[in-house]
């Protein structure tokens, strides 16, 4: 997502949205592992609004619980944000 001329195609919040499509689309297909790699990406970004950071997070979680591989950092970090 860099422009051949070196700078950045997408700005942070841009580039956010395009991983979480690619969560998305990932998590449609039943690629569950290549959709918890996306949706931290979002949550790499700098500068995202809080409330996209807080629904990726909610989505981390949910997904991270229904496949029984819960990780307490991710939940203390998610219970910090509220």
Do not use: H
């Not at 790499?44 to 409330?51: E, G, W």
């Amino acid at each position: 997502m860099i422009a051949e001329d070196g700078k950045r195609a997408l700005n942070s919040y841009e580039l956010a949205n395009v991983y979480n499509l690619f969560a998305f689309l990932s998590y449609a297909t039943e690629d569950y592992a290549q959709s918890l790699r996306y949706y931290e990406q979002v949550i790499a970004q700098p500068d995202i609004p809080l409330a996209m950071e807080i629904n990726t997070r909610f989505t981390l979680r949910s997904s991270i619980l229904c496949r029984k591989s819960g990780s307490k950092a991710l939940m203390r970090c998610w219970f910090g944000l509220i």
